[in-house]
């Protein structure tokens, strides 16, 4: 049909007008709805898009026979699955005559078995409830957007639409199309309790990338040292041989901490592997140091041999007065336990040599202690080879520099015997590590203000975990960037670090010249003119959330940083809502500003609620940790890391 555009458009105009008039006189202007009154109510009875003229001619517009739901307009056993609750509806037009034409639509709820049930109303335009497109060319795509608030979550929904040119509607609805609003994480409200520890470390094993003669012995068998002839022709070897089995401590006392013990759990560790946390250090694979006592005559059998089980120790204080010292402090120790030593040798006598670069330290003499924590030394007698002959060696290392300091350690052992006075052997314990990994490479430094000075291990990279039974909206968006984020920032799962944007950094402000900050971050991601999304009333206040988090290197705001953009709008928009049914929320696409939601941009930002906002992250504390610039770290969210993936939606568990 030929439609009359003056005629249509003066219709609306004048309709306009009249709306213009009501609103003008302080009157609110709101259509009462009349539901469709059933599904086989022909498009025309319900003349939403303009009158009908049944005495044009030409043909009927059609609508398309596969009308679609988004975005992101993807298909789920058959249903539309929706990322947002602004739905936006879509089907396409024809008009015979080549007219423009628009669409009506019409939603339903459905029934249990997937037939519609009742009307949905979807605008106070009209008294039908129904949106119309605008006009479109025809065979060209007609759509509408569906206002906030109209379409609950998680509710499944079926729409159809019918066509209009102006003059004529179709005769009948377009096939129906079922949606539904599909949130990417589900979640409850916080707990009222938990038993997550946010800060809790788990000691981790370790390889050494510099053992020493404990690497010879481990690869090709214990690799001897031996010492020059005394003026017996008499000669002392020594050898570092792996752990065995029986090599812990065979005493159930003796493999309970000791009062002398710098790491508390180091004896309950199994022989033949090193570990580590961010403070102490525990090496149970050096193995037993063998002394072999040999005579003059290569033929003859040894005079006779000793053995030692050995492990080293080591305890890093993160404050000052932690060690009882207003310096940064670290504390090394051997511990020994004579296994075996024969008469010949008289006695044994060892002594171990820790040496460090570091240019800002004073050293303790090593000081000795016996099973009852009496002061000792590092002499044996063959009587004394039992696992109550065991012993500590301490010693305590103060740095007193400016700034940081990486301090490289070195280790060594040399044995003597009481049945000469000349013979000794030294067998090489390795370093803290090669200069490109720095394992048990100590890092002290005075930048933490309030806490300082301190020492850590900066190899050791911690884990931050979210306390996702108090912060469940929080941890879902978190767990979400980092796995659909192509880098993966903080995941344990992807071993992809985070790196903190500490007071140390050496980026600037532009404006001044002063280091940047958390703020200047935050404030590219989420400026003051940003407003939250619209959310159910249950979940309180809502708040701009960025991740990567502006406290560290990864955020979008962060300068020359690997996510780096140009503003918030350039982030992954997301928001917390209530889902449709039952009393769980879930986290869905913001397309205030991406209209086709995220793509999984290099960075988010999302609508939390406020509480969970500034909770979740409440205990990441860098002074514990001694967290300077561009240090690793990770974040848990154990809620949900039970999912997969996040290809489907990933709902929160509760944990402990």
């Excluded at 249990?112 to 009209?126: M, R, S, Y």
């Excluded at 580590?276 to 694979?285: H, I, Q, V």
């Excluded at 985070?498 to 050496?506: E, F, I, N, S, Y």
């Amino acid at each position: 049909m030929r439609r009359l555009h003056p005629l249509s458009a003066l219709r609306r105009l004048a309709a306009g007008a009249a709306l213009a008039l009501l609103v003008g006189a302080g009157t609110s202007y709101a259509a009462d709805f009349h539901p469709s009154p059933g599904i086989g109510t022909a498009p025309s009875a319900r003349p939403a898009a303009g009158p009908e003229n049944t005495a044009a001619a030409g043909g009927r517009p059609v609508s398309g026979k596969n009308p679609s739901a988004g975005p992101q307009f993807t298909k789920k056993d058959g249903v539309w699955s929706v990322v947002t609750s602004r739905v936006v509806l879509r089907n396409t037009v024809t008009d015979p005559d080549g007219d423009k034409a628009d669409l009506t639509f019409e939603v339903w709820t459905t029934d249990a078995n997937g037939n519609p049930k009742d009307q949905v109303k979807l605008t106070d335009a009209n008294s039908y409830g129904v949106l119309v497109s605008d006009f479109v060319a025809s065979g060209k795509t007609a759509q509408v957007t569906v206002d906030y608030g109209k379409l609950k979550p998680g509710v499944t929904y079926t729409f159809r639409t019918s066509a209009y040119d102006g003059g004529l509607y179709e005769t009948s609805w377009s096939p129906w199309a079922d949606f539904r609003i599909d949130p990417y994480v589900t979640f409850p409200a916080p707990q009222a309790s938990s038993t997550i520890d946010s800060t809790k470390q788990d000691v981790i094993p370790i390889t050494r990338t510099d053992p020493g003669n404990v690497a010879a012995g481990l690869r090709a068998g214990p690799k001897r040292n031996c010492s020059t002839a005394d003026t017996e022709g008499r000669r002392l070897c020594i050898e570092i041989n792996p752990p065995s089995e029986d090599s812990d401590r065979s005493s159930p006392s003796l493999r309970a901490p000791l009062g002398d013990d710098l790491v508390s759990w180091c004896g309950a560790k199994d022989s033949g592997k090193d570990y580590m946390n961010r403070t102490e250090a525990c090496l149970k694979n050096i193995g037993s140091a063998t002394l072999i006592f040999l005579d003059s005559d290569p033929e003859l059998p040894s005079l006779g041999t000793a053995t030692f089980d050995l492990q080293q120790q080591m305890k890093l204080y993160t404050k000052k007065g932690d060690s009882g010292s207003d310096l940064g402090e670290f504390d090394q120790q051997l511990v020994v336990i004579p296994t075996h030593i024969d008469e010949a040798l008289e006695g044994v006598n060892l002594n171990w040599y820790a040496t460090n670069n570091c240019d800002a330290c004073s050293t303790s003499p090593i000081k000795w202690r016996d099973i009852n924590q009496n002061e000792t030394t590092a002499h044996w007698t063959p009587d004394q080879a039992n696992p109550f002959g065991e012993r500590w060696g301490t010693i305590q290392t103060a740095w007193s520099g400016t700034g940081k300091e990486i301090i490289d350690l070195g280790w060594s052992i040399r044995a003597t015997v009481d049945a000469s006075a000349t013979v000794s052997a030294t067998a090489d314990f390795g370093t803290s590590g090669d200069t490109r990994v720095r394992e048990l490479a100590p890092r002290c430094d005075n930048i933490l203000k309030g806490v300082a000075p301190g020492c850590a291990f900066p190899y050791f990279k911690p884990i931050y975990t979210v306390d996702t039974n108090l912060y469940p909206a929080a941890g879902a968006y978190y767990w979400l960037m980092q796995e659909k984020m192509t880098s993966h920032p903080g995941s344990k799962k992807w071993d992809s670090l985070l790196h903190r944007l500490g007071p140390d950094t050496t980026v600037k402000r532009p404006s001044d010249g002063q280091p940047w900050t958390t703020n200047d971050s935050r404030d590219k991601i989420c400026p003051s003119s940003w407003s939250p999304h619209p959310a159910d009333a249950s979940l309180g206040a809502l708040s701009c959330d960025e991740y990567a988090m502006a406290s560290t290197h990864e955020s979008g705001g962060f300068p020359g940083g690997p996510n780096q953009v140009g503003s918030g709008n350039d982030c992954a928009q997301l928001t917390a809502d209530k889902m449709g049914t039952g009393t769980s929320f879930g986290l869905l696409a913001d397309t205030r500003v991406a209209t086709a939601g995220p793509s999984w941009e290099k960075c988010g930002r999302a609508s939390i609620p406020t509480a969970q906002n500034t909770g979740a992250f409440k205990n990441l504390n860098p002074a514990p940790w001694r967290l300077l610039d561009d240090d690793g770290f990770f974040v848990r969210t154990p809620g949900f890391e039970h999912c997969a993936n996040a290809n489907t939606t990933c709902a929160w568990k509760k944990i402990g």
